[in-house]
């Protein structure tokens, strides 16, 4: 019969003595500091001024005699004319010097019979500013070519229209919500790596644990007051309650990081349109100031709230998961005699959580797909996939309690193998077991 009781204190003892060190604080509190750092940092970019960083020059060198006016229309710093007394390799020795960022040509035949512009830099602005140029250049072809076919202004404006595609989603209640595909994949993903760090971060170090506490003989004297099978449950437990200690305190974090997002979202927007308004007055015949925009819709940041239901989900998977994949490696653990004869037992328990792992990027671009389904069912690999699949799409509520249920089964399965192999394992020295030692473990247990 087991003692729960005794299983309680083995539970408290693991805790304590994880929770309590210096790595766990660390880990703790510095990963949403950095995560938080190099969020801060993006956005300090993006809002930041570029005013300060110099204008990238481009010579234009324009045999059509078309080109260079309306590329000077778009931006006056960017492009300038050759000058008469300059020639192709004095332009080149500018660049080389690092005097001029380029030079653009277009030959005769460039607007007639299409051929290639030519662009010749010296690598500085990267791919950004050569996509900033390629976009102008097709833009002032596109025009000259609109105007001599002669097609009026309504269809050059119709043409030229970008007509917007709002992403909304229908959530369980049948109400439809803001939603952005693309932060939902990579949300999706980033979620499967957290279980997947959680599932072999804190599988390994239970193993080690086991393994310690075996080669030290400490666990001889362990097993004369408690029950192998009743030690193997508390130091799993422990362990999955340090595991969902850091996670939720991750969470925590994330969720008040969340609702602070839009006032200081607001704050930087704020300065950075006082800034625009600033150097954007023009004042016409009237005096009257041009309009500028005074304020930013911020409901997009809507998107980057959890729902509370999800939060659960993700316990559940997380911790049946957890309890699953760290029975076979405490099981390991107490099989062998150091980590290094540990290395040809974990290939097939290692196997499934990188398939979950890697699947995840296929789940987040088609999440409905019969690989998806299957993988979020398929216990192995349910604790990563499901978990992405449901944050990506709207997964049926059969499927989420099917994938629970076939969980729950794998892992009663898991501990019951598990504790036959660490029953037999955990006091047995010397010899390296094979998987035909463990299965005779498992047989005469």
Same mark, same amino acid.
């Given at each position: 019969?087991?003692?729960?009781?005794?299983?309680?204190?083995?539970?408290?003892?693991?805790?304590?003595?994880?929770?309590?060190?210096?790595?766990?604080?660390?880990?703790?509190?510095?990963?949403?500091?950095?995560?938080?750092?190099?969020?801060?940092?993006?956005?300090?970019?993006?809002?930041?001024?570029? #005013? +300060? /960083?110099?204008?990238?020059? $481009? &010579?234009? !060198?324009? *045999?059509?005699?078309?080109?260079? =006016?309306?590329? %000077?229309?778009?931006?006056?710093?960017?492009?300038?004319?050759?000058?008469?007394?300059?020639?192709?390799?004095?332009?080149?020795?500018?660049?080389?010097?690092?005097?001029?960022?380029?030079?653009?040509?277009?030959?005769?035949?460039?607007?007639?019979?299409?051929?290639?512009?030519?662009?010749?830099?010296?690598?500085?602005?990267?791919?950004?500013?050569?996509?900033?140029?390629?976009?102008?250049?097709?833009?002032?072809?596109?025009?000259?070519?609109?105007? #001599? +076919? /002669?097609?009026?202004?309504? $269809? &050059?404006? !119709?043409? *030229?229209?970008?007509?917007?595609? =709002?992403?909304? %989603?229908?959530?369980?209640?049948?109400?439809?919500?803001?939603?952005?595909?693309?932060?939902?994949?990579?949300?999706?993903?980033?979620?499967?790596?957290?279980?997947?760090?959680?599932?072999?971060?804190?599988?390994?170090?239970?193993?080690?644990?086991?393994?310690?506490?075996?080669?030290?003989?400490?666990?001889?004297?362990?097993?004369?007051?408690?029950?192998?099978?009743?030690?193997?449950?508390g130091k799993l437990l422990g362990v999955c309650l340090v595991a969902l200690t850091q996670f939720s305190l991750w969470i925590a974090t994330y969720a008040g990081v969340t609702i602070l997002a839009a006032p200081v979202a607001q704050f930087f927007i704020n300065q950075r349109m006082g800034d625009l308004q600033n150097s954007l007055i023009a004042v016409d015949a009237k005096g009257t100031a041009a309009n500028v925009p005074s304020d930013i819709d911020l409901s997009f940041l809507e998107q980057f709230s959890i729902d509370p239901l999800f939060i659960l989900y993700f316990f559940v998977f997380f911790v049946l998961g957890f309890l699953m994949y760290s029975s076979i490696f405490a099981a390991i653990g107490a099989a062998v005699d150091s980590e290094q004869d540990s290395q040809q037992f974990m290939t097939p328990v290692m196997l499934p959580i990188f398939l979950g792992y890697m699947l995840n990027f296929r789940i987040a671009e088609a999440p409905d797909s019969t690989l998806a389904i299957m993988a979020s069912l398929f216990p192995l690999t349910s604790p990563i996939n499901m978990v992405t699949r449901m944050l990506v799409s709207n997964v049926p509520f059969w499927e989420v309690i099917l994938s629970i249920l076939l969980l729950i089964l794998s892992l009663i399965g898991m501990l019951l193998l598990a504790a036959r192999i660490y029953r037999t394992g955990i006091l047995m020295y010397g010899k390296k077991p094979t998987f035909k030692e463990l299965y005779k473990w498992i047989k005469q247990a």
């Open positions: 019969m087991i003692n729960f009781s005794k299983i309680w204190l083995i539970i408290k003892r693991e805790y304590k003595t994880r929770v309590q060190t210096k790595s766990f604080m660390l880990s703790t509190f510095l990963t949403p500091l950095l995560i938080l750092g190099i969020i801060g940092l993006l956005i300090f970019i993006t809002v930041s001024s570029t #005013d +300060n /960083e110099a204008p990238k020059q $481009v &010579i234009v !060198i324009d *045999e059509t005699g078309r080109m260079f =006016e309306p590329l %000077r229309q778009l931006n006056a710093n960017r492009y300038i004319p050759i000058s008469a007394s300059q020639s192709v390799d004095q332009i080149r020795d500018l660049i080389m010097e690092d005097e001029l960022d380029g030079y653009v040509f277009f030959d005769q035949t460039f607007l007639s019979e299409g051929t290639p512009a030519t662009f010749v830099h010296n690598g500085s602005g990267g791919i950004t500013f050569f996509e900033s140029l390629r976009s102008d250049v097709r833009d002032v072809t596109r025009q000259i070519r609109l105007e #001599d +076919n /002669e097609v009026s202004e309504e $269809v &050059i404006a !119709i043409f *030229e229209e970008r007509p917007a595609l =709002e992403n909304r %989603r229908l959530n369980e209640t049948g109400v439809d919500e803001q939603s952005n595909a693309f932060l939902s994949s990579i949300g999706g993903i980033l979620i499967g790596v957290f279980i997947f760090i959680g599932l072999f971060g804190y599988g390994a170090i239970l193993m080690r644990s086991v393994i310690e506490e075996k080669t030290s003989r400490i666990v001889e004297i362990i097993t004369s007051s408690v029950k192998p099978i009743e030690l193997m449950l």
